[in-house]
């Protein structure tokens, strides 16, 4: 069965693969030249490539690495030390590690949180563990209730010292989230916080090889092709065209120019953000209950920056937690990455979050900004040792969905209730958050739904044509 797919970031290409794993035939549309959405990633003009996000991915990402070993592309994840690693502001240049032993879990992260004694005293670090304990013993539905409180209000009620919020959680929200702690939902962390203590390797963390779209996007792509689908890049959903009965009769679809053609197909499935979808939904759609809580969610900004050095900054292969007010996390990718590798140089790659008061600015303020931070965590070489030899910024207005309280009686489910219309995205619900790994199971979740739904139909279409054929032979 046809299926029209509109949207190629890692939720459209997961539901498009898994698609034609059972039989199908997607036709994937891509509004963009680029594959990938929010992992899209391009090449300048002296042909180095500027990403849209610097991309971790965990092992506690179970159907991220399936959907890789099914392409057969496990190796192109560059795994690192088991360890997790902290700027400490207050000791410009001096990292913080919390090494996780290669013992079960949840002890390997209990042992790594005891023996680091550069962020928290024994009374915090007890005070921590006894406040984590509902989250770890009375599981993902205790879990999901504490959607209600942002991860400030929660920490308090659990009697958890201000100070594992400014050291441990401050990085952790910026991170996941792309918001501070006292905007999160508490929800999100402990979920995040759950995977990684359940599973021994959960918290490890890769980075892919190289740039999204040709290492991971193109190989989906390349699967879909030759099982039959279709892959089709600069070209937008421009309208969802219903049928009198409020289903889809097509989707109005258009490339570079202004001639627009209609997509028929057997089933519809719209994988763009959530910011995009709310705008192209159907008048008659606006009213139902399903769509409107689509209100409840927006996509939250986000700033990644990349700056090439003249010099080695640092020979440290990971991801790091910068700790500051406006910066998250950061790489050297000419450390951390196989195809931005360079012995000589370094390549920073950093995301600037919370970016809402950056979103408007100049690049020039944002590297300037960035700059200035960078020499307290390279104080020995920023500002007056090594020179900036390029710098590119990405801005991302909506980004992943704004994990704030109460979100999750806002996102839908991949079945709607137009019977031939699906969701996909990260923003739908899974329990994996706005993330690569929540975007590729909810491709997966959807060409499920897909699939019930169309094997129903041709049962039912069938059933009614044994009996209109009996009825005929009797
Ligand atoms: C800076 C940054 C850092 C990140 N870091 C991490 C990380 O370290 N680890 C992690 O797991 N996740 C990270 N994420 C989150 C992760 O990238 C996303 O959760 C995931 O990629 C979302 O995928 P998606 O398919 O749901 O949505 P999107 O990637 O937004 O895909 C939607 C697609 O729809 C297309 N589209 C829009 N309108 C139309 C139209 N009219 N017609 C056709 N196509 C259309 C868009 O161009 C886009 O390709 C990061 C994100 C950013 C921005």
Not at 43 to 64: Q, R, S
Request: proline fraction near 5%; charged fraction near 20%.
């Amino acid at each position: 069965m046809r299926v029209a797919i509109a949207g190629a970031g890692l939720a459209g290409l997961s539901c498009a693969k898994y698609l034609s794993d059972l039989g199908h035939t997607p036709i994937l549309l891509e509004r963009s030249a680029t594959l990938g959405g929010l992992v899209a990633a391009w090449k300048d003009e002296d042909g180095d490539w500027v990403e849209t996000g610097l991309h971790a991915f965990f092992g506690a990402y179970p159907n991220m690495l399936q959907l890789m070993a099914e392409l057969g592309i496990s190796d192109r994840l560059q795994w690192k030390q088991h360890t997790l690693i902290f700027n400490q502001p207050e000791k410009p240049g001096i990292l913080s590690r919390f090494d996780v032993p290669n013992i079960p879990a949840p002890f390997n992260v209990i042992v790594s949180i005891l023996r680091n004694n550069d962020m928290l005293t024994w009374n915090q670090k007890i005070r921590f563990a006894i406040g984590l304990i509902p989250a770890i013993v009375r599981g993902q539905k205790y879990v999901e209730s504490t959607d209600k409180y942002s991860l400030i209000e929660w920490l308090r009620l659990q009697g958890v010292d201000d100070k594992v919020n400014t050291d441990i959680f401050i990085a952790a929200s910026k991170a996941l989230t792309f918001i501070n702690p006292e905007d999160v939902s508490a929800m999100i962390i402990l979920t995040a916080l759950n995977k990684f203590l359940q599973q021994r390797y959960g918290s490890k963390i890769a980075f892919l090889d190289g740039a999204p779209p040709e290492r991971l996007c193109q190989p989906i792509v390349d699967h879909v092709i030759a099982l039959g689908g279709e892959v089709h890049t600069e070209t937008s959903l421009r309208e969802i065209v219903l049928n009198p009965d409020g289903s889809v009769k097509h989707f109005l679809i258009g490339g570079l120019g202004p001639e627009s053609q209609e997509l028929v197909a057997d089933a519809y499935v719209s994988a763009m953000s959530v910011d995009i979808i709310k705008l192209l939904l159907p008048r008659s759609w606006q009213g139902m209950e399903f769509f409107q809580k689509l209100e409840g969610l927006e996509g939250v900004p986000v700033i990644n920056v990349q700056i090439w050095f003249d010099c080695k900054l640092t020979d440290v292969d990971q991801l790091l937690f910068s700790r500051s007010p406006l910066l998250s996390v950061y790489a050297d990718m000419s450390v951390a990455c196989k195809e931005y590798a360079d012995p000589d140089k370094s390549m920073l790659e950093l995301v600037l979050a919370p970016a809402a008061d950056w979103i408007s600015k100049s690049d020039q303020d944002i590297i300037e900004a960035t700059m200035s931070e960078l020499a307290k965590l390279f104080p020995a070489q920023i500002p007056d040792h090594a020179k900036v030899l390029k710098a590119r910024v990405v801005k991302t207005p909506r980004s992943v969905y704004t994990a704030i309280p109460g979100r999750q009686a806002y996102r839908p489910s991949q079945a709607t209730p137009i019977p031939n219309f699906f969701l996909s995205g990260s923003y739908t619900m899974q329990e994996y958050l706005g993330s690569m790994e929540g975007a590729v199971l909810s491709g997966k979740l959807t060409a499920k739904a897909v699939n019930h739904t169309l094997k129903s139909h041709l049962i039912s279409s069938q059933t009614l044509g044994q009996t209109t054929a009996a009825k005929a032979l009797a």
